[in-house]
Nanobody, 115 residues
Framework: QVQLVESGGGLVQPGGSLRLSCAAS????????MGWYRQVPGKQRDLVAR???????NYADSVKGRFTISRDNAKITWYLQMNSLKPEDTAVYYC?????????WGQGTQVTVSS
């Protein structure tokens, strides 16, 4: 059974940085996109950043220049480096991937940006 486990969330002051990690485990035969989404209460879950196994990336306009997505194919892990964090970045962050032709989501990790 495939699982995605996230880590790295927490409380940070505005202007600070955090790095999120998402590790995939289980019977993995193929993996395509690896991404990060975020959700605040009462709103839909939105794409933050996505990377394919070929290295193509795309970002939400609101995080361009501040967030960087990367991956370690050998560890089947991907990361979201978040710099210059703003209060509006506060949300639950979820990782997602297409593995063995199916979508899998992580359990979510809270990121709170506040002074």
């Amino acid at each position: 059974q495939v699982q995605l486990v996230e880590s790295g969330g927490g409380l940070v002051q505005p202007g600070g940085s955090l790095r999120l990690s998402c590790a995939a485990s289980g019977s993995i035969f193929s993996i395509y996109t690896m991404g990060w989404y975020r959700q605040v209460p009462g709103k839909q879950r939105d794409l933050v950043a996505r990377i394919t196994t070929s290295g193509s990336t795309n970002y939400a306009d609101s995080v361009k220049g501040r967030f960087t997505i990367s991956r370690d194919n050998a560890k089947i892990t991907w990361y979201l480096q978040m710099n210059s964090l703003k209060p509006e970045d506060t949300a639950v962050y979820y990782c997602k991937s297409v593995i063995n032709g199916r979508e899998f989501w992580g359990q979510g990790t809270q990121v709170t940006v506040s002074s």
